[in-house]
């Protein structure tokens, strides 16, 4: 048996440690995703989402534990390294792609990641070139014909749509979503949505998104996670998670952000008394 | 017409140092410093060995691989110390000052009788029997005049070939890309620091052989002779810019030897119609003022106007 995609093994990380600043963004997080796995990550905001996939992708190394792709233990592999396993896509529009290349040209440097980067060949000679429309007409938006379009040209939602084909040009262990659809339009939001699902069913990509968006955690994956002040507090999967609906999945985030409240109004009070 | 083929050489051969800003400055998206350090230590390689009785042709190349390593040490102490080209070509440029001198063994030298680049040309263009003077309507000039122009043509349409192929290649895309835009060539496998210093690398080289031709053209190398050839270089490229756009890389490409070639002439026309000699630099430092500021000027002198407008 191939080992998981994706091991998280008692991830811990601080920011700005011992000083007032101090936030626990990741308090021991474990994750196991089998391959072909497509898992959703909801919470709040300083859930400690964004730290989880931060880690995983190598932006940042936490204070303590273990992150293995595909069996591989890459904890403190710079960013570039492990990129050749994952495949990701930003939140922001802007950030996944080179808004200065054209799309073909994007699409030549994601057709190379993991791989040696020549000097013999032309990185858009014929035969690549069509090669890479054939993968862009797979999108069904017309790019294909736009291939010398700078991509700072498109707009938020075709450009998200570039970055997921970027990101799946060459088959990930991994692919990572960080909220890829928050910054765009609801039409857009649909579009790279449909996207985002016909390529991980028809490549079978194993998938770890993050989403502020209740219903697509609903509709979206084989399993959801709660994540909640640095932890997975909740994790619904198998038959529950088909069963799932809006309303249960939003009443236990209102659980979570009155217990919250709580210890806000507690915290008021201490600060009231002494301070 | 002396004044005119002067320009046209001195363009051509400065249209190197424009096409090594042009790497950093519009692709790698960074202002390097070493630009100055570079362009003064390829003169002073090349003057070195040309008069300790290297070929010319050696001596430049050599100059040119002196310029790899200054453009590698400001990339290695950007990515391994995290020190930005900026403070680290001022660094680096400091540094080559007493290497120049040593190179030199003055702070200044001339290259004597000994034969240069320039002068393989003139025995180039007797051994082709091209005319010895050349007559251009009323004028004859001596073949002296043109033959740089030969070698600086074929040199610098050399280079301009090979980095425009380098360019497209998966190596200069992926180059291209991280400077483009750091996050997404990480998250797409480029070890983005490694980039960078390989795109400091090739800037330099093209400075620092723009160092080598100049001080061959000029007969001699000073030390100092590289101070400002960034702002030089930055004069060069907008101008370019100013001519042909940015939208495609040929475009771009093509800007930074026309703009070079522009620019001289200009410097020529303002020198003739009595600009003095000293009041170069300041003059060229205003230019990019305001060729750089000038979109955000216009910005602002538009928000002043339709306020006023606005106020009926």
């Not at chain 2, 330099?204 to 031709?213: D, K, M, T």
């Amino acid at each position: 048996m191939s080992a998981p995609a994706l091991v998280l093994e008692n991830v811990h990380h601080t920011f700005f440690p011992g000083t007032p600043n101090e936030q626990r963004a990741l308090e021991g997080v474990d994750l196991v995703m089998e391959e072909g796995a497509f898992v959703l990550v909801v919470g709040n905001n300083g859930s400690g989402k964004s730290t989880l996939l931060n880690a995983i992708s190598g932006t940042l190394v936490p204070d303590r534990g273990q992150v293995r792709i595909a069996g591989l233990e890459v904890t403190t592999w710079p960013e570039w390294r492990r990129a050749g396993m994952i495949g990701r896509v930003f939140q922001n529009p802007m950030s996944g792609s080179i808004a200065q290349l054209t799309i073909a040209e994007n699409l030549a440097v994601a057709a190379k990641r993991g791989g040696r980067h020549g000097v013999l060949r032309n990185a858009l000679g014929r035969g690549r070139r069509r090669e890479l429309a054939e993968r862009a007409r797979d999108l069904g938006l017309g790019l294909e014909d736009r291939l010398d379009t700078p991509v700072g040209a498109l707009s938020g939602g075709q450009r998200q749509a570039v970055t997921l084909l970027m990101a799946t040009l060459v088959r990930p262990k991994l692919l990572l979503l960080d909220e890829h659809t928050s910054a765009l339009d609801p039409n857009s939001t649909e579009q790279v949505v449909r996207l985002t699902e016909q390529l991980i069913r028809s490549e079978k990509l194993t998938t770890l998104m993050v989403t502020h968006s209740i219903p697509q955690a609903v509709a979206l994956g084989d399993r959801v996670l709660i994540m909640h002040r640095g932890q997975v507090v909740e994790s619904i999967g198998g038959l529950r998670k088909r069963q799932l609906r809006v309303e249960e999945l939003l009443a236990t985030f209102d659980r979570l952000r009155s217990a919250d409240l709580v210890d806000e109004s507690a915290a008021e009070m201490v600060r009231r008394l002494y301070i | 017409m002396n004044l005119l083929i002067g320009s046209l050489s001195m363009g051509l051969l400065l249209s190197l140092l424009t096409l090594g800003v042009f790497i950093t400055f519009r692709v790698m998206g960074r202002l390097d410093l070493t630009t100055d350090g570079s362009f003064g230590l390829g003169a002073a390689v090349a003057v070195a060995l040309i008069g300790s009785g290297v070929h010319p042709l050696v001596a430049t190349l050599a100059a040119a691989a002196a310029g790899w390593l200054a453009g590698a040490t400001t990339g290695l102490i950007y990515v391994l110390l995290g020190i930005d080209t900026l403070l680290g070509g001022i660094l680096v440029t400091t540094g080559l000052y007493t290497i120049q001198l040593r190179i030199m063994g003055s702070g200044n030298r001339s290259l004597g009788g000994a034969s240069t680049l320039p002068d393989i040309a003139g025995h180039l263009w007797q051994a082709l029997r091209l005319p010895d003077p050349v007559s251009l309507g009323e004028t004859t000039l001596p073949a002296s005049l043109f033959s740089p122009l030969l070698v600086f043509t074929v040199l610098v349409l050399f280079s301009i070939w090979v980095l425009a192929r380098f360019l497209r290649t998966d190596l200069g895309l992926a180059m291209r890309a991280a400077g483009g835009n750091a996050q997404a060539a990480r998250a797409l496998g480029l070890d983005t620091g490694m980039m960078a210093t390989l795109g400091l690398v090739l800037a330099n080289g093209l400075v620092a052989l723009a160092g080598a031709l100049f001080a061959q053209y000029q007969g001699f190398a000073n030390v100092s002779m590289g101070a400002g050839m960034i702002v030089t270089g930055l004069a060069c490229l907008v101008l370019g810019e100013g001519f042909l756009g940015r939208r495609t890389l040929r475009r771009q490409i093509a800007g930074t030897f026309t703009g070079t070639i522009a620019f001289r002439l200009l410097v020529a026309a303002a020198l003739a119609a009595g600009l003095p000699d000293d009041a170069l630099k300041l003059a060229t430092a205003v230019f990019v003022v305001a060729a750089l500021g000038g979109p955000a000027t216009i910005a602002r002198m538009r928000r002043v106007f339709v306020r006023e407008q606005v106020k009926g």
